[in-house]
């Protein structure tokens, strides 16, 4: 390995640093291994400078340069959200519509018709289960990544000042001395900034992949069109068996009512209209009926 | 000691308490090892309860390096065991 005599210093010294706390066998665990890679890490690029002193200002515009991927991060995890919410929305409506159309052809008396509505929305409620799954890992690597970014900004700002004191009190061979754990400290932060964005963008394109794949299918018409625009075969059908109005429901409705009995609380409603209304009818059924 | 809870942020812990998270830490290494992901995500996250409850956080602007990093909690034992087997791995 590359950093093989760096990382065996670092070993010997964490063994020497467990011996003088008289616990732990060095290298007996993960979060150990952790500490010592990212150290590992931060020693090379201090070793690689000639001038410590040059290694704050290189160090100081990657950090700068790592903010700008983080607050592109951020945006970039916010709009993935946004296209989740709007096909969340449009999925919602489209399964209400299903719903409507079930006890549509369920009061049309096309049990079969209200089943396929069913089956329909089921699948779509299945989509929106999923999607709102991703929305919330969407919603939560935002809410990480936002964090991370405020966190890098404070200690951005703190490496700043602590350079800028270094780089005029101390020559360059003091100052590498004085830079080892502000630099190590720093380094670590953007080890670990660097790879929630890896983790953020990889789950990002993920869900965008499937994004893609649900727009396709709202566009084809297969999950039905949610403008309602163009009529799917459901709709179709349930247009045809009433006529395309609402007439015929609305009729099945009010001989319900009238068959029920009194139904004294709509009567009290509608008021003095009631009375009108319901001389009307008997009247007005066969007419209909024969559309 | 200060441990580095990977996508959190730093908190400083008593070193009285490093003898009981280091057993845990074997725990989970072991699991590692050995490939049991149930096994590793359980310890994982007794681990970070443990260093949550246990440990202040650190103030945003400290530049201290962390004595132990642990990952984070959603790291999967594939992901820890890249980054362990390959430095490369951490950019920056």
């Known amino acids: 390995m590359e950093s093989g005599p760096v990382l065996l210093v670092l070993l010997q010294m964490l063994e020497l640093e467990s011996v003088r706390r008289g616990r732990a066998k060095p290298m007996s665990g993960v979060m150990k291994r952790m500490g010592m890679i990212f150290r590992a890490k931060a020693n090379k690029a201090l070793d690689r400078a000639e001038d410590p002193r040059e290694t704050l200002d290189y160090s100081y515009q990657k950090q700068l340069e790592l903010l700008q991927k983080v607050r592109r991060g951020v945006a970039d995890v916010a709009t993935s959200r946004k296209r989740l919410e709007l096909q969340l929305a449009q999925l919602n409506k489209q399964s209400s519509t299903l719903e409507d159309q079930g006890r549509k052809a369920l009061a049309l008396g096309r049990e079969d018709l209200a089943r396929e509505a069913l089956s329909r929305r089921a699948a779509l409620q299945q989509q929106v289960t999923d999607l709102e799954t991703q929305h919330q890992t969407l919603q939560g690597e935002e809410e990480k990544l936002t964090l991370a970014s405020q966190r890098l900004q404070a200690k951005v700002d703190a490496f700043r000042t602590k350079k800028e004191t270094i780089k005029a009190t101390y020559t360059a061979a003091q100052a590498q001395t004085r830079i080892g754990e502000a630099f190590t400290g720093i380094s670590e932060e953007m080890g670990d900034v660097g790879l929630a964005i890896q983790r953020a963008e990889d789950k990002t394109a993920q869900l965008q992949a499937r994004a893609g794949a649900i727009d396709e299918l709202l566009a084809s018409g297969a999950l039905n069109d949610p403008t309602g625009m163009a009529k799917d075969d459901l709709q179709a059908e349930l247009d045809r068996l009433s006529g395309g109005t609402d007439v015929e429901l609305e009729l099945q409705r009010m001989k319900a009512e009238l068959a029920g009995g009194s139904s004294s609380g709509q009567q009290a409603i509608e008021g003095g209209a009631g009375q009108q209304q319901s001389q009307q009818q008997p009247k007005d059924t066969p007419r209909f009926d024969k559309q | ?92």
Request: net charge negative.
């Open chain 2, 1 to 92: 000691m200060i441990v580095r809870i990977m996508g959190e942020g730093q908190v400083r812990l008593a070193d009285s308490h490093l003898t009981e998270l280091n057993k845990l830490d074997d725990v989970l290494l072991a699991e590692m090892e050995i490939g049991d992901g149930p096994g590793f995500r359980r310890t994982l996250h007794l681990l970070l309860d443990k260093v949550r409850d246990l440990g202040e956080p650190l103030p945003d602007d400290a530049l201290d390096p962390s004595d132990l990093i642990l990952p984070s909690p959603d790291a999967t034992l594939e992901e820890v065991r890249e980054l362990l087997g390959d430095d490369g791995l951490i950019p920056g």
